[in-house]
């Protein structure tokens, strides 16, 4: 079969490099991808159409016989790839404009949070500024979150120490509309405590498959400090969810959740995501993703040993119930994001990157590029903000963190940079 990735990040060239490894495909396509994929293996290649060119891909789709479209992010999903693609009797993994406002829209995930008496932090929607000020105002002093309700990259969340920094916040996103209409609504939030996990789970809207635990690393410096970013490293498993905590979580967070989705008559088939923290009194939901978390993907199935395929296929088809217990590697898998200078902020694209080749040669690692491009003269430049996400296994987390960080010292380019701390929660634990 011939399979076409949407997306250009990490995340997509694992799912590349994944499904070119099941016995059932063919060909897999990747739009746009990046060098990562425009280089890996004779299978993969890349094809130069923007994730949101739907009339484009959908013709692609056509012409080259694509049996099965994959969508990486979040951006296609809630503009509504999936509709599109299946009012053309396209066959396509990822939920539907509907299921995907669990992302698109904080309010809408509140509600969904609500319905289903899911754990999550207190808060309350406002409409305009005045109203949220004055209600910061009333309230008392406490730590409070500001979020903008639509989609902003992962960068429409303000946690705040007190009450001014939160009135700087609305005004950012009301007044100066940092944001645009994803700020035509904001959340106030309770600001919550604890450590933050990842569980990620497949389902076809009635069985839930719940995917081994991760630890993303989202500030950007060690000791998570710094800024926010798309995610600076991650690992799987971790420690700090065991069995009995990942069994909790599907019974109280995931099972209410498709309940209170499906009472709406919105059947979610795909990826859930669920970003935790997991507080003195128990998990809470931070945010669902309606997608495989960038850089969680990555040593998830680093780790997975189950066809990605047919995972993929039985969702579609409503037949996850069916499917055999996933099956992983035991070891522990660490990946680590080299990013550019000046990332999460402005940073300039374009520099030759060396050793890849060296680093690729250490055993029990696997480089997944992200913000790269080929030039026609072959040369591997970056062309984002994280570059390359590299990926380490081990029997334990420091061997998997050693393997990586051992392939990182051969890599080299103007301005790169890494966090040396990635896994270190685990060990700390
Ligand atoms: P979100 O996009 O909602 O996951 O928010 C991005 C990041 O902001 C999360 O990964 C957390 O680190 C932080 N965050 C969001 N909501 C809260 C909250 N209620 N309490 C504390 N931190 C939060
Ligand atoms: N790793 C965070 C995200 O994918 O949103």
New binding site residues.
Partial sequence: MNILVIGSGG?EHALAWKLAQSPQTNRIFVAPGNAGTATDGTDIENIPIKELNFPALIKFAKENKVGLTVVGPEIPLCAGIVDAFQSEKLRIFGPNKAAARIEGSKVFCKEILRKGSVPTAIHHTFTNSNDAIQFLNKDRDIPVVVKVDGLAA?KGVFVCSNRSEGIDAILRITKNREFGNAGDRIILEERLDGQEV?VLAITDGATILTLQPAQ?H?AAYDGDTGPNT??MG?YSPTPIVDGTTLHWIEEHIFVPTIHALNRLDVSFRGVL?A?LMLTKQEPKVLEY?A??????CQPLLLRLKTDLLDIFEATIGGTLDQLSPLEWDNRTAVCVVMASQGYPGNYEKGFPIRGLAEASKVPDTKIFHAGTAIREDGTIVSNGGRVLSVTGLGNSVSEAKLAAYTAIKHIRWDGAWCRKDISDKALSY
């Avoid at 997608?291 to 969680?296: K, L, N």
């Fill in positions: 995340r992962g990842s993303d989202k798309g995610g991650a995501y970003g993703n997608r495989f978390g960038d850089p969680e």
